[in-house]
């Protein structure tokens, strides 16, 4: 997934809208092929623990940031966040009906009733290896703000601090910071407290 840097608030909107639509098709696609595989999983990666603390303490070391590092812990809480999103939507766990959001993304013909069955079990797949539902009532507009304003900003170290303050959003949720760095939270405790 590639994105824009420093776009204003306007084409980020429209460019992140367009994101989500094409992840929702993914997400769509991906649970169809794997639907009534009961060990198949939501294809998820998440930010290599090495890789986040080289550059937090590259950071703290020298007050610069390596763009291209920045870059690509990004595309991944990018991903994520849209994903969680998406999922929390289907689940139910939004103001927005599942079946409308998605109506246009499935079959013209499709009913509520047989979309309510395309995604029975649904919550089974797009759970993590401990069954915990990815999904997120907490957080997801604090990140979605966030997001926005990473995708707004052409100053890598302001990106950065944007980056960590979506970190300290996660963190604040073992689940939720496992689903956005490898070894979750005590990953995000040990960079925190500097022995990472």
């Not at 809480?77 to 993304?105: M, Q, R, W």
């Not at 919550?123 to 995708?151: P, T």
């Amino acid at each position: 997934m590639m994105y824009t840097i420093n776009m204003d608030r306007e084409n980020a909107f429209y460019y992140l809208h367009e994101l989500e639509d094409d992840t929702l098709v993914e997400v769509i696609d991906e649970w169809q092929k794997h639907k009534g595989d009961e060990n198949a999983r939501q294809a998820w990666r998440v930010i290599p623990a090495g890789l986040l603390a080289k550059e937090w303490n590259y950071n703290a070391r020298t007050g610069l940031v390596h763009d291209k590092v920045i870059d690509k812990i990004f595309e991944i809480i990018l991903e994520n966040y849209l994903k969680l999103y998406i999922n929390t939507v289907l689940f139910g766990h939004d103001s927005i009906n599942p079946y409308h959001y998605a109506e246009c993304f499935i079959s013209e013909d499709m009913i509520e009733d047989e979309f309510d069955e395309l995604f029975e079990d649904f919550e089974w797949f797009a759970c993590d290896e401990k069954c915990n539902w990815r999904i997120s009532d907490y957080g997801i507009e604090k990140i979605g703000n966030y997001v926005m304003a990473i995708l707004t900003e052409d100053d890598y170290n302001k990106k950065m601090a944007y980056i960590d303050m979506v970190l300290s959003v996660v963190h604040q949720r073992s689940d939720l910071s496992s689903w956005f760095v490898e070894g979750g939270y005590n990953t995000l405790q040990g960079l925190y407290l500097g022995v990472v």
